[in-house]
């Protein structure tokens, strides 16, 4: 079991990785097209800027699930470098547990907006804002995840790299 959830982690981690990436990609793409439109042109496009935050929420929420299963969230690593033995153990619980509430939480409530928001357009697009609200719940279920992996399989890369 314990290998199948952490084969299915590495290609979920490997997915949110590329995809958070293609989309900082296309946010700069649109950032430099506003800049031409509106200083070259003198034609400032209307949707650019709208469409660069809904993108931003996507990125985000994609990244923190890279940066969960990497282990390089800010948590309590003072505790965790100080913690041996069964300590050590009982924080990584309580780190594992206070993440999963989290997400949880947010889980719920994004799913919630989501609902709430699936009437609303965006102001330059005829687009349900619901698709950028999707990055919350979706964002949260797959955080829930990598913190499932990441106490499975601990990768400690803020520890290491710590001075």
Known sequence: MKSFLLAIDRRITALCM???????????????????????????????????????????????????RQGALISVDLMLRVSRGAWRTTVRWI???????????????????????????????????????AAIPAGAFLALLATVAHHADPHHNELSTAQ
């Not at 296309?26 to 031409?36: H, M, N, R, T």
């Not at 547990?97 to 989501?114: I, R």
């Not at 009437?119 to 619901?130: E, H, V």
């Open 18 to 68: 590329w995809v958070a990436c293609a989309i900082l990609a296309v946010i700069s793409c649109l950032g430099l097209w506003q800049v031409i439109a509106r200083f070259i042109f003198s034609q400032p496009s209307t949707w650019t800027e709208e469409v660069m935050r809904r993108l931003l929420i996507w990125m985000v929420m994609l990244g923190t699930v890279v940066a969960l």
């Open 95 to 133: 780190i594992t547990t206070v993440n999963c509430a989290f997400f949880s939480t947010v889980l719920w409530f994004g799913v919630d907006l989501v609902y709430r928001v699936r009437f609303q357009t965006f102001a330059s697009l005829d687009l349900s804002m619901s698709w950028a609200y």
